[in-house]
T-cell receptor
Framework: EPEVTQTPSHQVTQMGQEVILRCVPISNHLYFYWYRQILGQKVEFLVS????????KSEIFDDQFSVERPDGSNFTLKIRSTKLEDSAMYFC???????????????FGSGTRLTVV | RKEVEQDPGPFNVPEGATVAFNCTYSNSASQSFFWYRQDCRKEPKLLMS?????NEDGRFTAQLNRASQYISLLIRDSKLSDSATYLC?????????????WGAGTKLIIKP
């Protein structure tokens, strides 16, 4: 079964440092997403990406965050200057077509646990 | 009222029992509904979509009640491996698009 792959599985960084979280979506998928989940809390939408641009973003996704699809396979989330409250599990997800996500849900990667110290 | 609301639990249930969860949603224009399962510190995994007519997949049955704006998940003959957090997810209109809105989850513990 096709998978969404995320690296690294765990990243520890100092406050104020930049981090890049990497995702390889399923190859024929066109829609990409980042979600985060603070420990013990619910999954929160960050951003969706289609056709090399952001299609939706949440209030959480402020100027500290950016996304990129640099080479047609990777999909990255960059946090420019990490804060303690950025510590969370970050999940990448992809779907084949936008209309399908209405009925079929997404495929999630196994996540990157980001710890900001 | 929260957009998607679930009883956080935990539901402590003996192995073999039947357990049911509900999830309510606030936006009557919501279009599709899902149950995801999340094991501790793992990614959410799609358990089943919820169709208007209700649907069943083995021991799992999902129902949608649009009039009362809730969905339900029934697990029959529960197994120890069913222990997890069950997330209700609703695809709701947001501005000019749709977005998945996640509930906080219901924790289920199956005891031997």
């Amino acid at each position: 079964e096709p998978e969404v792959t995320q690296t690294p599985s765990h990243q520890v960084t100092q406050m104020g440092q930049e981090v890049i979280l990497r995702c390889v979506p399923i190859s024929n998928h066109l829609y990409f997403y980042w979600y985060r989940q603070i420990l013990g809390q619910k999954v929160e939408f960050l951003v969706s990406f289609y056709n090399n641009e952001i299609s939706e973003k949440s209030e959480i996704f402020d100027d500290q965050f950016s996304v990129e699809r640099p080479d047609g396979s990777n999909f990255t989330l960059k946090i420019r200057s990490t804060k303690l409250e950025d510590s969370a599990m970050y999940f990448c997800a992809s779907s084949e077509r936008d209309i399908y996500q209405v009925y079929y849900g997404y495929t999630f990667g196994s996540g990157t646990r980001l710890t900001v110290v | 009222r929260k957009e998607v609301e679930q009883d956080p639990g935990p539901f402590n249930v003996p192995e073999g029992a039947t357990v049911a969860f509900n999830c309510t949603y606030s936006n009557s224009a919501s279009q599709s509904f899902f149950w995801y399962r999340q094991d501790c510190r793992k990614e959410p995994k799609l358990l089943m979509s919820v169709y208007s007519s209700g649907n069943e997949d083995g021991r799992f049955t999902a129902q949608l009640n649009r009039a009362s704006q809730y969905i339900s998940l029934l697990i029959r003959d529960s197994k120890l491996s069913d222990s997890a957090t069950y997330l209700c997810v609703v695809n709701s209109p947001r501005d000019s698009n749709y977005q998945l809105i996640w509930g906080a989850g219901t924790k289920l513990i199956i005891k031997p």
